[in-house]
């Protein structure tokens, strides 16, 4: 095993084949580049006077020692730290799972979880956030009536974020609406705010009371109806995920807007959300053309999710709090007759990013605890 010097970069001879490195990329990721304790970057590559350059690179069984021109120092570097990165790849990811899409009939399979086993057990916790990382949607039993009981559920993936209706809401019946949701009358599949610039990422809606006649809930799987529509339209789809149009929500003392693509797609171009709203829709401004393709693209895709076959519908009860995906899982509600009962559920939300480290977080400590 050698060492070349390029003027960009160098090359280690392995029995495999050669291993290129650019000295940028080694300069700025030798081990003193970071803080031991915060584990942050503490080096900034623009502080160099001069391109890196390395003047020797010395090489044995397990490491890479390089010295750099106009720098009393030198670099060492893990060889089998560095074959990882010798071809382009992300960081491994434990909470990259992939998605298990699903139908109407999942409600006997929606995973369900004790409120006092999450708040006493992290392994509980760990399997929770698998569940919405791969179902997109799950059921809390056992909540207690409080208001504090929403939050200690929530804070168990993550830190409650603030939204439009500030960091909780209450869906019943309200005097002066300025949503459908606090009205009885029967609110549309669709996903939360995207009025918002980042929508937020997991919905939780706790169910304080329903005694009321009517008032199902409806939740859908976005991604396996889109998944479904790529398939079945594929130039509908390539439209409806590459553009952005408008969505608002409008009142005397707020006016959101913003523009979202109607189907999310992630890194890998797996369907990872749905963005849609007829309420916050606000008039498409695309050129008039354009939308002889793309309104007829919506219209179809939007016939496909009103289909019965991926449609779950089901009763809310007192004491359930249900938690899901608000880019992924899609929900509405029938009609109910406010005179019959009361209704209320109590919301609030975190990021999706939140689950995903409480989750990664959750494995590493499992892993490291044996």
């Known amino acids: 095993m050698k060492v070349d010097l390029e003027s960009s970069g160098l090359i280690i001879g392995q029995p495999s084949g050669p291993l290129y490195f650019n000295y940028f990329w080694l300069r700025d990721n030798c081990s003193s580049s970071f803080d031991p304790e915060t584990r942050e970057r503490s080096f900034d590559i623009a502080t160099l006077a001069e391109p890196p350059q390395a003047i020797s690179a010395d ?13 009393c120092k030198q670099s060492v570097y893990d060889l089998a730290w560095l074959q990882r990165f010798a071809e382009p790849a992300a960081r491994p990811d434990p909470a990259a799972i992939p998605r298990k899409l699903w139908l109407a009939d999942h409600y006997n399979d929606m995973q369900r979880f004790s409120f006092t086993d999450l708040l006493a057990d992290r392994v509980t916790v760990c399997a929770w ?45 309200h005097i002066d ?30 169910c304080r009371a329903n005694s009321v006649k009517g008032g199902d809930s409806l939740f859908l799987d976005g991604a396996a109806v889109a998944e479904d529509f790529r398939k079945t339209d594929p130039n509908g789809f390539a439209l409806l995920a590459e553009t952005k149009i408008p969505f608002y929500y409008d009142h005397d003392a707020f006016d959101w807007r913003a523009r979202q693509r109607v189907i999310e797609l992630d890194t890998t171009g797996a369907v990872s959300g749905v963005t849609v709203s007829r309420h916050m829709a606000d008039v498409l401004d695309l050129p008039q053309k354009d939308l002889d393709a793309y309104y007829p693209a919506l219209w179809r895709f939007s016939r496909a999710m009103a289909d019965p076959a991926y449609i779950m519908k089901f009763r809310l009860n007192a004491g359930e709090c249900i938690v899901f995906d608000n880019h992924r899982i899609v929900h509405g509600r029938e009609a109910y007759t406010a005179n019959s009962g009361e209704r209320y559920l109590r919301g609030c939300y975190i990021d999706r990013g939140e689950l995903r480290s409480t989750y990664r977080t959750l494995v590493k400590q499992s892993t490291e605890n044996g």
Do not use: K
Request: net charge negative.
């Open 59 to 71: 090489l044995s069984d397990t490491e890479l020692r390089v010295s750099w021109r106009g720098e």
């Open 177 to 206: 609406p300025v949503n459908l949701s606090y009205t009885a009358s029967a609110l549309e599949l669709h996903t939360d705010t995207p009025a918002e610039d980042l929508p937020p990422g997991i919905q939780f809606l706790h």
């Open 129 to 173: 956030a698998h569940a919405l990382l791969e179902d997109g949607i799950s059921i809390v039993d056992g909540m207690p009536d409080t208001d504090q009981g929403l939050t200690d559920l929530a804070s168990r993936l993550g830190c409650i974020r603030s939204s439009v209706a500030g960091n909780y809401f209450d869906v019943r019946v």
